[in-house]
């Protein structure tokens, strides 16, 4: 018995921290896409914190500003035909909840210069994760599974969460062709509304429950939500105790989809529970982003208009 007391001390002081937990994963995959031959992008805390709402500001992170959050990766950046993938972890967080992983937001400008696609880009999720979509017609969060796919439209301000315990990783297809100078002609963005307002919107969760809280700045700004009368408060989701978070959640919103719809409606956000992908594609788009990309004529580089 006293051995046993022994070695469960010893297991417990050699536990990994929350964050010693999210230095591992995260190297982890940084190393497994190196070896792959990919190329890194990092963000930093340092980088997102410029991008806080008043919500992520009262967290407590236990980041310093230089420390590495998310990152993407490219293997070539010339050839198209090799999706992006994104590595997306939760935030380890000191008040009992964790924070789940975003990217914050971005707005794309390609309509504004004339571009009439159907679409500027196209995620793949690899866990179960979030698509929060705005435009001047409508503001939508979509809930996607394990292999969900998303289109983004060359207007839209698209924001992604992760919703399981695990890294959420995303691969993603998009023009990326530039001009003599570099800058790219098909994949245009900013992130200026981010950097005036703070993110649109925190997730974060603890065991039996989901919570969204609503950067209430959105609601007044016409080029946020422009819902003035909308409701800001926070929404709680509960959830079974299960160590599943994304299928939990998954079930949970699926199963009262009409109630949540109503909640999310009165916060001026639509709830859509899986892809949206346009009926015609439905069918061509069935296949992995990988494997679209192989196709002897990819319909998806036809209407990204991909030339190679």
Sequence with gaps: MQLKQELMHKFKMIKPTPKQLFRIQYQQKLTELESQG????????????????????????????DEETYFFADKDKVDMRIPHQTFLPNFPEHQGYTIMGCTFGHTHTQKEKGDTRRFQEIYEFHGFGAMLLRNPKETTLHILPDRGKVIVGTEDNMTFFNLDSNPLITHDIANQEKDSDGKLLMNSAHKNLEAQLGTFMLLKTKPGKLEFHFNKHYFADPDGIGFVDGDFSPLHIPLMFTPHLGASILVELSQNQSKYEKEFAKRGIKLSIGSNIPEDLEKPFTPSL?????ESKPILFKELQITY
Excluded at 290 to 294: A, S
């Design 38 to 65: 990919f190329s890194l992008t990092h963000r930093t805390m340092g980088d997102i914190k410029a991008l806080f709402s008043p919500e992520y500001h009262e967290c407590n992170f236990p980041f310093n500003s």
């Design 290 to 294: 990988e494997q679209l990309t192989k």
